[in-house]
Structures are given as C-alpha cells and as structure tokens.
C-alpha cells in the first residue's frame, strides 16, 4: 500500500521527465542521416573548434561518423544529465517530502517500521530510475536498428552508463535528505549536486593539473569516451559507484532509524 | 497488566534546549488521563517520545507493559494518536486518507470509516488542503479512532472545534472508553478535562508537578465572597482564613476559608446590597501549581 502510494504521488514527475528525455532522443537520432549526409564537412569544421571544447564533448576520442559515435558525444550527454536530475531529485525529495509537509508525524505514528518505509521510498526510486533509462533504451535500439548501425555493445554500454549514474545519485541524494528537511533545499542541492560534479568533470579534462578531480565526478565514472572506444565499463570506477551506493544507502537506513521527526 | 502507559525518568533535550526532564507518571488501564500544562511545558514532547516519533536522551516507557525500545512497532498497532498539528497528504480526499490510513491496521470494515464520516460531520470526497483548521481536526481524530484502538493519544484534541462539536467528540470518547479504551489526553483548556478526565498529571518546565485525581485536586474549601454594601465598615469578619482580594467604593471580594455559619451571621448584622458567593475557578486552582515553585 505504501509502495502503491509512492508510485502514484511520483507517476506524474516520471512521465513528464521521461516524456521530454525520450523526445529529446528521438530528435537527435532523427536528425542524424541528414548530419552524416554532410560528414565531410563537418569533419572540416570541427578541425577548427578549439581542443579544449573538443576534449571536453569526447569529440577528440570518438568518430562522428557512425550514428552510435555521433549519438555517444551529444546525446548521451544529455540523458546522462537529465537522467541524473530526474534520479537525484526524485530521491532527494521522496523522503524530505514527508518532513517538510508535515506527514511523517502521521506515517511514522502507523504499525510500520520505519526500514520498511525506507525500501518502500528507494524501491519507488529504483522503479522509476530503471523505467526511465529502459525507456531511453528501447528507444536507441529502435533508433539504432533504423538507421542500420546498430552494435550491441556499444549500446548496451551506453545503457548501463546513465543507470549507474542516476543510481549513483540517487543514492547520494537519499543521504542528503536525512539531514536536510526542506524539501526545497533538497531539491536545490540534488540539482547543483548533478550539475556540479559535471562541471567538475569537464574542468578536469580541461585542466592537466586538476585532472584528479575527475575522481569526484560520477560523470568520469561512465564517460563515453572509454566506453566507446574500449568498449567495456572501466573497472575501479564500477567499484567506486557500488562502494558510494552501498555506503550512502546503508546510511540512510541508519540514520532514518534514528532520526527525531522535524517539529 | 494495569498499567498502560508507564513513565519513568523520561528525558529529552533536543541539542541543548530542553524538552522534558526526569517525567514519571503512568495511567491506568480504562482511565482517560489528563495531561495539563501551559505551551511549552513539555506535554507534545512527552507524547511523541513514547509514540518514538523522536528519541528519549534517558529514562524509560512501557506501554501496555512493553518497552517501547524494543516494541515500538507492535504497540502503534493498538495506539490511535491524533497531534497537536494535523498535517497530512494535501492531494488526498478525507475518504481515500482515512482508507490509507486504515490499510496499516489490516482489517478495517467500510462500515467503520462511514460511521466516523457522518458522525464528525466529515465531507468525504473534499481533499485535504481544503479543509478549514477545525475540519483537518476531525480528520485527524477519525484517524486516531478509525482502529479501535486500546489507548488513544490526543495532543490538544479540543482546540479547533466548535462547541457543538466538542460535545460530540466528547461523547465518541466516552463511548470508546465504555468499550474499554484507555484515553491519555493533553490540553490547556482546563474546564474540558475537569468535564471528561479521572486522573490528571500537571506538567511544568519539563518535569510533572503533581499527579492526581481530579475530583481531589478541584476540591476546595475556599469560596470567594463579594459584598456590595453601604456599611462595610461596619462589617466584622469571622476568624477564619480571609484574603482581601479587591476594595473599592461599596463593593469587597474576599477568599474565606472558615466557618460558613459565623460568616452568614456577621453579614446578617450589616444592610447588604448585592451578595454573590463563588467557587475558584478551575482555571485558578491550576494557576496556583503553575505558578508555585513546587
């Protein structure tokens, strides 16, 4: 019943979300046989962007002219930030929510133990997160296949990258909503924190000496730019993720367990 | 078991500011327990320490005989608690919440949930954001008893409501306490818990005063006296315990704690005007243990 509640109160924001993502995608893909009719020159003027904006898109690493490569640098990028929104405010906000509007004095006073409410509000988050990206998926392997430059692996793995990602987030997100109430704060914060550590990302591409900072970046983790061309997950980078996810989640559910409703 | 709710020591500070300190009291199974005290005192942080809806620093709480520690989730399932807020889901019709609510507790008839709608006068199908402050408040007390539960907690269940209304409430209480159901019940409003409660503990700064029956703790043996005549200086009063409370013009008001008969006699020799004999109100016995430095 929880679980039915959680989903209907978020049914709205995952169709809106997923609505504007996959027509984003659909576009992109659409207008791709006609970029690569020009491909020529296109390649010409791109040799005449300068590095950095070149570095900073994985146009350095990866070939334009398949409609996977074309797609890895600008639409990935996209659903991998929008993705990322979606997944960090959503469980940003599905706990602090009950705070700030005042319901968790009610939730909390029903037979219920608060680790099941706990899994009932990250499995709401995880339905939607997947539901999303399976959405995005269906629709590059529909997209892929039409244009005739369809590669398994390649797209599997551009797949997978966005959920890891919004996966990462969300679990962040959930650990940063035990400790703030304001669901508005929250939701502020989900939102620089996604757009934030992109930033961070393309500073460390840019910038040899801060290069390191690339390692607080979850966009790092799942970059195109090793994906595509290695065609494989980089390794450390999947610990990482799951390291972050199990510690922020065990967290949350201990720090909900013992956490004084906001008066 | 006796004993439903029982408190010993409870303390909570919530970071340095102090929420209640060393609280005992206990109620006794089929009372209805008053728990008075000014804004402030403590008596919503007592109630959701038991309920853990935040955590104790110290002390200990039974309800129903179990440690609330290790019961917590159990007990809620016989604990029907209406805050002193009622805040609940702003999209949700009064039906569909207490529907919602009701799936917590597992097998609740439709029958139950319509006789608490007509009874409180509730308009099933309006959503919550747009009920008034005294609307939500019903609301919140057919949550509390959609269950049937053994002990109803109510922080300030009065305030809110019509008079008309409060008679009603009243009355849905003493039903479920017929039926067996244990009341703890907080509230400023003294004349409402002299009306409905067995028992009362006053709560101050933090720390319960005093604990006791309300019967005895309204008993009183002072009455005030008012006297309008021409002749009061003429007036001799009995021996006895007297407090001037107000002198002015023609007109005398005194707190007499005496022999009634000696007091009749003596006003009997004077031309009197206007006479009015009354007891304290409820309202000053209780301001006499806020007040003191117990």
Same mark, same amino acid.
């Given at each position: 019943?929880?679980?039915?509640?959680?989903?209907?109160?978020?049914?709205?924001?995952?169709?809106?979300?997923?609505?504007?993502?996959?027509?984003?995608?659909?576009?992109?893909?659409?207008?791709?046989? /006609?970029?690569?009719?020009?491909?020529?020159?296109?390649?010409?003027?791109? $040799?005449? @962007?300068?590095?950095?904006?070149?570095?900073?898109?994985?146009?350095?690493?990866?070939?334009?002219?398949?409609?996977?490569?074309?797609?890895?640098?600008?639409?990935?990028?996209? +659903?991998?930030?929008?993705?990322?929104?979606?997944?960090?405010?959503?469980?940003?906000?599905?706990?602090?929510?009950?705070?700030?509007?005042?319901?968790?004095?009610?939730?909390? /006073?029903?037979?219920?133990? *608060?680790?099941?409410?706990?899994?009932? $509000?990250?499995?709401?988050?995880?339905?939607?997160?997947?539901?999303?990206?399976?959405?995005?998926?269906?629709?590059?392997?529909?997209?892929?296949?039409?244009?005739?430059?369809?590669?398994?692996?390649?797209?599997?793995?551009?797949? +997978?990258?966005?959920?890891?990602?919004?996966?990462?987030?969300?679990?962040?997100?959930?650990?940063?909503?035990?400790?703030?109430?304001?669901? *508005?704060?929250?939701?502020?914060?989900?939102?620089?924190?996604?757009?934030?550590?992109?930033?961070?990302?393309?500073?460390?591409?840019?910038?040899?000496?801060?290069? @390191?900072?690339?390692?607080?970046?979850?966009?790092?983790?799942?970059?195109?730019?090793?994906?595509?061309?290695?065609?494989?997950?980089?390794?450390?980078?999947?610990?990482?993720?799951?390291?972050?996810?199990?510690?922020?989640?065990?967290?949350?559910?201990?720090?909900?367990?013992?956490?004084?409703?906001?008066? | 078991?006796?004993? =439903? =709710?029982?408190?010993?020591?409870? #303390?909570?500070?919530?970071?340095?500011?102090?929420?209640?300190?060393?609280?005992?009291?206990?109620?006794?199974?089929?009372?209805?327990?008053? %728990?008075?005290?000014?804004?402030?005192?403590?008596?919503?942080?007592?109630?959701?320490?038991?309920?853990?809806?935040?955590?104790?620093? !110290?002390?200990?709480?039974?309800? %129903?005989?179990?440690?609330?520690?290790?019961?917590?989730?159990?007990?809620?399932?016989?604990?029907?608690?209406?805050?002193?807020? =009622?805040?609940?889901?702003?999209?949700?019709? =009064?039906?569909?919440?207490?529907?919602? !609510?009701?799936?917590?507790?597992?097998?609740?008839?439709?029958?139950?949930?319509?006789?608490?709608?007509?009874?409180?006068?509730?308009?099933?199908?309006?959503?919550?954001?747009?009920? !008034?402050?005294?609307?939500?408040?019903?609301?919140?007390?057919?949550?509390?008893?959609?269950?049937?539960?053994?002990?109803?907690?109510?922080?300030?269940?009065?305030?809110?409501?019509?008079?008309?209304?409060?008679?009603?409430?009243?009355?849905?209480?003493?039903?479920?306490?017929?039926?067996?159901? #244990?009341?703890?019940?907080?509230?400023?409003?003294?004349?409402?818990?002299?009306?409905?409660?067995?028992?009362?503990?006053?709560?101050?700064?933090?720390?319960?005063?005093?604990?006791?029956?309300?019967?005895?703790?309204?008993?009183?043996?002072?009455?005030?006296?008012?006297?309008?005549?021409?002749?009061?200086?003429?007036?001799?009063?009995?021996?006895?315990?007297?407090?001037?409370? !107000?002198?002015?013009?023609?007109?005398?008001?005194?707190?007499?704690?005496?022999?009634?008969?000696?007091?009749?006699?003596?006003?009997?020799?004077?031309?009197?005007?206007?006479?009015?004999?009354?007891?304290?109100?409820?309202?000053?016995?209780?301001?006499?243990?806020?007040?003191?430095?117990?």
């Amino acid at each position: 019943m929880l679980l039915k509640k959680e989903l209907k109160d978020n049914l709205k924001s995952f169709i809106i979300w997923t609505s504007i993502i996959i027509a984003f995608v659909v576009m992109m893909i659409a207008v791709y046989p /006609s970029f690569s009719n020009d491909m020529d020159a296109i390649n010409e003027m791109m $040799k005449n @962007f300068p590095e950095g904006m070149l570095k900073a898109f994985n146009m350095d690493k990866i070939a334009f002219d398949t409609a996977i490569g074309y797609f890895a640098t600008e639409g990935y990028m996209f +659903v991998a930030i929008l993705g990322g929104c979606f997944a960090s405010i959503t469980a940003g906000s599905i706990i602090s929510k009950e705070e700030s509007d005042g319901t968790s004095e009610f939730l909390l /006073s029903k037979p219920i133990a *608060r680790n099941k409410i706990v899994t009932s $509000k990250i499995l709401t988050v995880l339905i939607y997160i997947t539901g999303l990206n399976l959405a995005i998926s269906l629709i590059t392997l529909i997209g892929f296949n039409v244009i005739n430059e369809f590669n398994f692996t390649k797209w599997l793995l551009i797949s +997978v990258g966005p959920l890891l990602l919004c996966l990462t987030f969300a679990s962040i997100s959930f650990l940063i909503s035990c400790f703030i109430i304001k669901s *508005r704060k929250v939701m502020t914060i989900s939102l620089a924190l996604v757009l934030g550590t992109y930033m961070l990302n393309i500073v460390a591409k840019l910038t040899d000496t801060l290069s @390191f900072l690339k390692y607080l970046s979850p966009f790092e983790y799942v970059d195109t730019g090793y994906l595509i061309v290695e065609e494989t997950l980089p390794f450390k980078y999947i610990i990482i993720m799951i390291v972050i996810i199990t510690v922020c989640i065990t967290l949350t559910y201990r720090l909900y367990n013992k956490k004084d409703i906001e008066i | 078991m006796n004993k =439903v =709710v029982e408190i010993k020591k409870l #303390t909570k500070y919530y970071g340095k500011n102090r929420g209640i300190k060393d609280v005992n009291l206990s109620v006794n199974k089929g009372e209805i327990f008053g %728990f008075i005290g000014p804004n402030g005192a403590g008596k919503s942080t007592t109630i959701r320490t038991i309920l853990n809806l935040v955590f104790k620093n !110290s002390g200990e709480a039974y309800i %129903f005989g179990k440690n609330i520690d290790d019961n917590s989730e159990l007990l809620r399932k016989d604990i029907g608690y209406l805050p002193s807020e =009622v805040e609940y889901y702003d999209n949700m019709t =009064v039906e569909n919440l207490l529907k919602y !609510s009701a799936s917590f507790y597992g097998d609740i008839k439709q029958e139950r949930i319509d006789f608490l709608i007509n009874k409180l006068q509730l308009n099933r199908n309006k959503k919550f954001e747009d009920l !008034s402050f005294g609307n939500r408040k019903k609301v919140g007390i057919a949550v509390a008893l959609l269950h049937e539960p053994k002990l109803l907690i109510l922080d300030e269940p009065t305030s809110g409501l019509d008079p008309l209304m409060q008679d009603t409430f009243f009355e849905l209480l003493k039903e479920e306490n017929k039926k067996g159901t #244990t009341i703890f019940f907080s509230s400023h409003i003294l004349s409402e818990v002299k009306k409905i409660c067995d028992r009362v503990a006053i709560i101050k700064d933090g720390t319960v005063i005093k604990t006791e029956a309300i019967d005895k703790l309204t008993k009183v043996d002072s009455y005030y006296v008012t006297l309008k005549s021409k002749e009061l200086n003429k007036l001799i009063l009995p021996k006895g315990k007297i407090q001037i409370k !107000s002198k002015y013009n023609n007109t005398i008001k005194f707190l007499f704690n005496g022999n009634t008969n000696d007091l009749i006699k003596n006003i009997n020799k004077i031309n009197i005007d206007e006479i009015l004999i009354e007891e304290p109100t409820i309202e000053e016995i209780f301001m006499h243990y806020y007040k003191g430095d117990e």
